[in-house]
């Protein structure tokens, strides 16, 4: 089965430390996802991108996250500084923008912990 | 208010047990609707699509009620692997592609 495949799959780190999370969206899929989780929020949208370009990145703490697409195969959400606050489960979820109705295909997240 | 409700549960039946969720949303324009299952520590993953007409998925019936705004889900014949996190999931507009989740509602099946 294809999959989304995400780096790390568990970081701990510093309150202060830059954290970079990476995600393989599945091959030929065009939009990309950057989701988060926690116990209180729930699942929040940050940032998507269609065929690499950024469409809505409102739901993203602006001063201190970034979402980028380098290629079509890599999608990267970086924190700098990390604060506590940010411990949560990151998602990444890829689909094909054409063919809403068949929903999209999450990894397995990376769970940030910042101590 | 969120743009996407439900109940969070958790609900708790017996094995064979009929078991219905419901899920509200506010955006009258949404035009795509999911529920995602999601396991204890693990990614969502996508239960089945909800159409217009209503669909069914073996043991698993999803129904869609655009003039209340709300979605169900009903589950027949409850399996103790069935015991997980129900998501509702709405597109809100058809070109943004963006989907939206609910925040669960949690189901606990028991022996």
């Known amino acids: 089965d294809a999959r989304v495949t995400q780096t790390p799959r568990d970081k701990v780190t510093e309150m202060g430390q830059e954290v970079t999370m990476r995600c393989q969206p599945i091959?030929?899929?065009?939009?990309v996802f950057w989701y988060r989780q926690t116990m209180k929020q729930g699942l929040e949208l940050l940032a998507y991108?269609?065929?690499?370009?950024?469409?809505?990145d409102s739901g993203m703490p602006k001063d201190r996250f970034s979402a980028e697409m380098p290629d079509a195969t890599l999608a990267t959400l970086k924190i700098q500084p990390s604060e506590p606050r940010d411990s949560a489960v990151y998602f990444c979820?890829?689909?094909?923008?054409?063919?809403?109705?068949?929903?999209?295909?999450f990894g397995s997240g990376t769970r940030l912990t910042v101590v | 208010r969120k743009e996407v409700e439900q109940d969070p549960g958790p609900f708790n039946v017996p094995e064979g047990a009929t078991v219905a969720f419901n899920c509200t949303y506010s955006?009258?324009?949404?035009?795509?609707f999911f529920w995602y299952r999601q396991d204890c520590r693990k990614e969502p993953k996508l239960l089945m699509s909800?159409?217009?007409s209503g669909n069914e998925d073996g043991r698993f019936t999803a129904q869609l009620n655009r003039a209340s705004q709300y979605i169900s889900l009903l589950i027949r014949d409850s399996k103790l692997s069935d015991s997980a996190t129900y998501l509702c999931?709405?597109?809100?507009?058809?070109?943004?592609?963006?989907?939206?989740f609910g925040s669960g509602t949690r189901l606990l099946v028991r022996p």
């Open positions: 979820a890829s689909g094909l923008s054409d063919t809403t109705n068949y929903g999209y295909t």
């Open positions: 091959l030929g899929h065009n939009t």
């Open positions: 991108f269609r065929n690499r370009a950024p469409l809505d």
């Open positions: 955006n009258s324009a949404s035009q795509s």
């Open positions: 909800v159409y217009s």
């Open positions: 999931v709405v597109n809100p507009v058809d070109s943004s592609y963006k989907l939206i």
